[in-house]
């Protein structure tokens, strides 16, 4: 990176809005919908390679009357389109009337005067908005929705350094904003709307946007951010269909970045190495960004939740623990999958996936009753623990003998032993955040409701800490084989976790008669199609992601074609 002759503090905070500027400038010219979608069938019985093939965003309904249905009603909308249907979502929802105001931030300072990390906008601003790019501001009537956009005044000579700087009308165009206005006519802008309504609370986010509105705050006007941020949380808990739309489109690069990771992946490969699969892989699809570091842990470092990527290398035997996920509109996959680096599961490593897996799918049936019945994530967690405690206990790394007769799993339950090989819950809300945000928090409370997306997570691990520490409680050591389980550690077996996203539909709507509820396909909530599963809508299984063993192991045979990303992006 060379800026040969600019130097000084004028340079440093506009240097991150002239390249978001130019960012934008782009993001203009680029289509809504580039190519078509291959619908691909979930991991009940499909190919790898007919699940390979999804690797674009669902076209409009009317592009093809093959599609399944959910590919019509979840179909990516323009931006001024989407964005319009979650500002007005927030401003029906917003009661106190007055103005609202945010803002996108700005690119995060990384080393020296003039290096930045790459900018990501406030998710709040994103929803309301759409604008990716820093600098920006929203001013926007709770009342009438009259939505305003606030440019940086940027030099001319921005042009020249990172490239064309997007004229009002175009940002207009771009964003569907009412009106757009520099970000330094803000103060007029607010005296105005003061002027006309006799003095209005102003309401914003806590930190930079409400120290700003405070030096520029008209008399009588108050500024306060008591409200917003909890109404935004409790808009974004549930999605509209284009926000599933782009939670899908993610799901797709992600997955099938996920799926060249298997591909690639042989002994003597770093976890490094990896991860720059990945994020090659769904970049080249089309998702410029990853949504959270990547997560990729080789043998013992797939026991640790949140281990970043490394040095360490795969070793035969080992099994790779990846949990990673890319953003489309700055909604972000999150997708988990654990494959052999031999490219076959076997022994244990076999036994511990599978029983992974059975509480993946006995959490699934749980929820598939999904929204509007009353079922909560807890339900589904409770399931996929009694499922990996039967599981562990068939592999032998649980005593029968604990406890005796019917009552062995409820003692285990009591005693958390569980939580000795899966310290996680099972889930957590997912959007424009990975650990996206509610009323309640990353993590839904009480029952699921349409429209919620979350993540279906369980793992098992072997972690020595968590082992050392059952061992020392006399009541828990009893129900574990420590001998099995430290013997397994010790050889390499670090941890299996599967993870999908999934909405809950709305079950009201009614489901065609004669449909299968299977994990492949079904119908339900007025939607059909791969993924479908009673009232869930499973977006990493539409999206092709494989995860059933046979299926892993069959992508794992496949030759690594790094082209094909390049040839089939999504959105």
Not at 99 to 110: D, W
Not at 524 to 531: D, E, F, K, T, Y
Request: aromatic content about 6%; proline content about 6%; charged content about 20%.
């Amino acid at each position: 990176m060379h800026k040969v002759g600019v130097s000084g503090a004028s340079w440093n905070r506009p240097a991150s809005a002239w390249r978001g500027h130019a960012h934008a400038a782009r993001a203009a010219q680029v289509p809504t919908s580039r190519v078509g979608v291959t619908a691909a069938a979930g991991a009940g019985g499909a190919s790898s390679s007919a699940a390979a093939t999804a690797t674009a965003a669902p076209p409009a309904a009317a592009s093809s009357p093959a599609a399944p249905d959910w590919s019509e009603r979840f179909r990516v909308r323009s931006v001024p389109e989407q964005f319009r249907e979650t500002r007005q979502k927030v401003c029906k929802e917003f009661l106190a009337g007055g103005l609202l105001y945010l803002e996108s931030g700005e690119a995060p300072a990384r080393n020296g005067s003039d290096v930045f990390h790459r900018h990501r906008s406030h998710s709040h601003f994103v929803y309301v908005t759409g604008c990716m790019a820093p600098g920006y501001g929203a001013l926007i009537d709770a009342e009438t929705g009259h939505f305003t956009l606030l440019a940086p005044r940027l030099p001319e000579e921005a042009a020249y350094w990172v490239g064309a700087v997007p004229s009002l009308e175009q940002l207009q165009q771009q964003y569907g904003a009412d009106r757009v206005a520099y970000m330094d006519e803000l103060k007029a802008l607010l005296a105005a709307a003061a002027a006309a309504g006799g003095g209005r609370d102003l309401h914003t986010l806590p930190g930079p946007a409400a120290d700003k509105l405070k030096t520029v705050v008209p008399a009588g006007c108050r500024v306060t951010s008591d409200i917003l941020p909890s109404t935004i949380d409790r808009c974004r808990a549930t999605k509209t269909d284009a926000e599933v739309a782009c939670l899908y489109t993610a799901s797709v690069a992600s997955g099938a970045a996920h799926m060249d990771m298997w591909r690639a992946c042989r002994p003597g490969l770093t976890e490094f190495q990896l991860e720059a699969v990945f994020a090659m892989s769904s970049r080249c699809r089309g998702a410029p960004d990853l949504g959270y570091p990547v997560i990729v842990g080789t043998g013992p470092n797939a026991a640790v939740m949140h281990y970043e990527a490394g040095p360490a290398a795969v070793e035969p035997g080992h099994l790779v623990l990846v949990d990673a996920g890319a953003e489309w509109r700055c909604y972000t996959a999150d997708i988990s999958r654990t494959f052999p680096a031999s490219g076959r599961f076997e022994g244990a490593a076999r036994d511990l996936y599978a029983s992974v897996l059975e509480a993946q799918h006995r959490a699934l049936e749980v929820l598939s009753a999904g929204g509007g019945s009353g079922v909560s994530l807890q339900d589904g967690d409770r399931a996929a623990r009694v499922a990996l405690l039967e599981g562990l206990r068939g592999m032998g790394l649980l005593r029968p003998e604990a406890a005796g007769g019917s009552g062995w799993l409820d003692a285990a339950l009591d005693l958390k032993v569980d939580r000795t090989f899966m310290p996680h819950g099972v889930g957590h809300h997912l959007g424009l955040d990975v650990h996206d945000t509610s009323d309640t928090g990353p993590v839904p409370k009480g029952p699921l409701a349409p429209g919620m997306v979350v993540t279906v997570e369980p793992g098992a691990y072997l972690i020595p800490p968590l082992l050392a520490k059952a061992r020392a409680d006399p009541k828990v050591a009893p129900f574990i084989n420590f001998d099995l389980a430290e013997s397994l550690a010790a050889g390499g077996l670090g941890g299996v976790r599967i993870e999908d996203n999934v909405l809950l539909l709305d079950g009201s709507k009614g489901a065609r008669a004669g449909a299968g509820t299977g994990a492949g396909a079904g119908v339900s909530g007025g939607v059909s199609g791969a993924g479908v599963q009673g009232r869930l809508f499973n977006l990493t299984v539409a999206a092709g992601c494989a995860k059933e063993m046979r299926e892993v192991e069959d992508v794992m045979a496949e030759e690594w074609r790094p082209a094909e990303a390049m040839s089939r992006v999504v959105g």
